[in-house]
């Protein structure tokens, strides 16, 4: 299924490994097997696709044999709408915060290069520490909106190798104001 609003693969896919899994001839017939898949479809009689989440797990006889299997379906169309209007909204929200915050930080540095005139060593401190405020939250917009994109599916993640104690270092030198105060 083509349509971005359908999760996942169809649940009879999606549910071949548990059976396999579970009704395996070197499965230990004593062992439970239980699985949950957060999303996946079915299809109704007319052909449209239900989202769907799936939780399934074996079922014993008195002896404690896997005898079969139990699965639980649920309708998960209103919590893909939520997850789609909250994604709307942070990256609404996120774009109506980037004009704003870009003409405040414009202005911050006309004052600060005494495009409009001179300043006080006290005001260019004050201004310094307002323009290091203004682009943590340009930084935060531009993280909401990439968290939007991740969850819309427009970007895809591209995992590097990170040197951890750089990464640190640079996290503790950012907050570090915050943690003296």
């Known amino acids: 299924v083509d349509d971005p609003s359908v999760p996942g693969e169809h649940a009879i896919h999606a549910l071949e490994p ?5 009704f395996s001839a070197e499965a230990p017939r004593h062992t439970s097997f239980t699985e949950s898949i957060p999303r996946a479809f079915v299809t109704r009689d007319g052909g449209e696709p239900v989202p769907v989440a799936l ?5 014993h006889d008195s002896e404690g ?3 079969g299997g139990i699965i639980a379906m649920r309708d998960i169309t209103a919590e893909i709408e939520n997850e789609k209007i909250k994604t709307e909204f942070v990256s609404i929200a ?10 405040i ?19 260019r401190s004050a201004l310094t520490d307002i323009l ?5 939250m340009i930084r935060l917009v531009s993280d909401l909106l990439n968290v939007s994109r991740l969850e819309s599916g427009r ?12 990464l640190i270092e640079d996290v503790v030198s950012e ?7």
């Open 132 to 136: 290091e405020s203004n682009n943590r």
């Open 155 to 166: 970007i895809r993640l591209s995992p590097e190798q990170t040197h951890i104690k750089k």
């Open 175 to 181: 907050y570090k104001h915050y943690i003296m105060s």
């Open 18 to 22: 548990f059976f396999q899994n579970a």
């Open 65 to 67: 044999r896997v005898t």
């Open 55 to 59: 939780s399934v797990a074996t079922l």
């Open 105 to 123: 930080r414009w202005n911050i540095e006309m004052l600060l290069n005494q495009d409009i005139g001179p300043i006080t060593m006290e005001q």
């Open 94 to 103: 996120s774009h109506q915060l980037s004009a704003p915050l870009g003409a």
